[in-house]
């Protein structure tokens, strides 16, 4: 039943080793989006994709990017991962602004 | 830039008490407004939303109103259960974006 998918759950990777998240849904949603979330912080929106569209934040690092190969999936690389980068990932879907859809999140660990 | 600010967590009630999580935000022009819940070990979910001034979104016993003047969007709920615990994220999108504008969250425990 689930309609936004994260896997893994749980991700642990090494400082400096490059780590790829993956997002599916079966929504068909046009549009896609990436957000971080620290401990006790809001959801920071790193970027989207409406359709093949790539929407980056002015404020997102260059050691994050992402990949959205068809409307069904979208992945989050991070080149680099320093400990800061230590957080819950939220992979996110809409048709508008007015209703997203949230997966269940992956949990990264750099050691 | 738009944000939005909530109240300090957590909050902790008792089964069947009121509540109240103040929300308020800057925007530019008249955004529309959204509540959000996050149960724990799931992702979040839409619990409500106002696209107006004066609109009261509601939902699951929970409701809140769209405040032009003071710039407010509080959720109120008269009487929360045990499986209301939870975090609460108020949020805004506006000019017709596809973005979200999240606050910090505030988590909500209720006890029996």
């Known amino acids: 039943d689930a309609m936004v998918i994260q896997n893994p759950r749980y991700q642990v990777t090494q400082f400096g080793k490059p780590v790829t998240l993956s997002c599916s849904q079966t929504?068909?949603?046009?549009?896609m989006y990436w957000y971080q979330q620290k401990s006790s912080q809001a959801p920071k929106l790193l970027f989207h994709?409406?359709?093949?569209?790539?929407?980056n934040e002015a404020d997102t690092p260059d050691n994050f990017q992402s990949r959205r190969p068809n409307t069904s999936f979208c992945f989050l690389d991070i080149r680099s991962p320093g400990l800061g980068d230590a957080a819950m990932y939220l992979c996110a879907t809409s048709i508008i602004a007015e209703k997203l859809f949230f997966g269940s999140g992956t949990q990264l660990s750099v050691l | 830039g738009d944000s939005v600010t909530q109240m300090e967590g957590p909050v902790t009630l008792s089964e069947e008490a009121f509540l109240t999580i103040n929300c308020t935000y800057t925007?530019?022009?008249?955004?529309?407004l959204f509540w959000y819940v996050q149960y724990p070990g799931e992702g979040l979910q839409l619990l409500l939303k106002?696209?107006?001034?004066?609109d009261k979104g509601s939902n699951k016993g929970f409701e809140a109103t769209y405040r032009k003047e003071t710039t407010s969007f509080h959720l109120e709920k008269g009487s929360v259960q045990v499986s209301d615990s939870a975090v609460y994220f108020c949020a805004l999108s506006s000019g017709g974006s596809e973005k979200l504008v999240f606050g910090k969250g505030t988590k909500l425990t209720v006890n029996p």
């Open positions: 106002a696209t107006k001034a004066d």
């Open positions: 929504l068909n949603h046009n549009v």
């Open positions: 994709y409406y359709d093949k569209d790539f929407n």
């Open positions: 925007a530019t022009g008249y955004p529309s």
